[in-house]
């Protein structure tokens, strides 16, 4: 079991073996958490956020939900959620973005650190790992409430982040999981204030047959399907990065 507190701003990053447990807990209510999710055997094989919300017919993915990659296999399965707030669809922020909000290059004094952005801590994530800033794709932004309005916009839901609120999900296959504790990109604060990340890692039982995120629907069924055929006659899927 692993239990780490990523600082605000900073970045993580953890091979979360097939059938473990990742619980990320939103410490502050900041809704400052940014999840990129890989294949760990196959890197080129990564969450895919179109795929995720258009199969599920939904851009809400909370319990019961799972994370597709771009293969058509899942990724990551939501067991429990206490938050329900999670955005599919803005993306992330970048150096320009957080400096045209916040100002370029602006000193923390408090932080001893500058105003760090999603992309950089995504980008330096994955070099640990001997990747770069070909494998950065969208993310899964967790405890940001984003919804959309009747001419297409994507809207900030201004209260939605609540401190100690909690998501957690399983690993369906060894999955390289990335964080950033930056601001979201909708974020309408004028000031610079993620916060901390709580993240635990554990090792659970196996899903029952009537698991609720294998059975949700035909296309979590098939999804699980092509998932376990290709675990079964991989012959990399026990290695990690």
């Not at 795929?51 to 597709?68: A, C, E, S, W, Y």
């Not at 401190?163 to 390289?176: F, H, K």
Request: hydrophobic fraction near 40%; aromatic fraction near 6%; proline fraction near 7%.
């Amino acid at each position: 079991m692993a239990d780490e507190t990523v600082p605000p701003g900073a970045y993580w990053s953890r091979v979360v073996r097939r059938g473990q447990t990742l619980r990320i807990v939103d410490a502050d209510g900041a809704g400052a958490a940014s999840l990129l999710a890989l294949n760990a055997d196959q890197p080129s094989e990564r969450f895919n956020a179109p795929d995720t919300t258009k199969i599920q017919n939904t851009i809400f993915v909370t319990t019961g939900r799972v994370l597709f990659s771009d293969l058509g296999r899942v990724l990551l399965s939501v067991t429990a959620d206490s938050s329900g707030h999670h955005d599919t669809l803005a993306g992330f922020g970048d150096a320009v973005t957080t400096a045209a909000k916040y100002g370029p290059g602006r000193y923390l004094e408090l932080r001893n650190d500058y105003h760090r952005n999603a992309r950089d801590n995504l980008v330096a994530a994955l070099g640990r790992h001997g990747l770069d800033r070909r494998d950065v794709v969208a993310t899964f932004n967790l405890f940001a409430g984003v919804t959309v309005g009747p001419n297409g916009s994507l809207d900030w839901v201004e209260g939605a982040q609540r401190p100690g609120a909690g998501v957690d999900l399983r690993a369906e296959m060894n999955v390289l999981a990335v964080l950033s504790a930056t601001p979201h990109v909708l974020d309408p604060s004028p000031e610079y204030r993620p916060g901390r990340l709580q993240v635990t890692v554990w090792q659970g039982p196996p899903p029952a047959p009537d698991d609720p995120c294998r059975t949700a629907s035909p296309e979590a069924v098939r999804g699980f399907e092509n998932t376990d055929a290709w675990i079964a006659g991989s012959a990399v899927a026990g290695a990690v990065l």
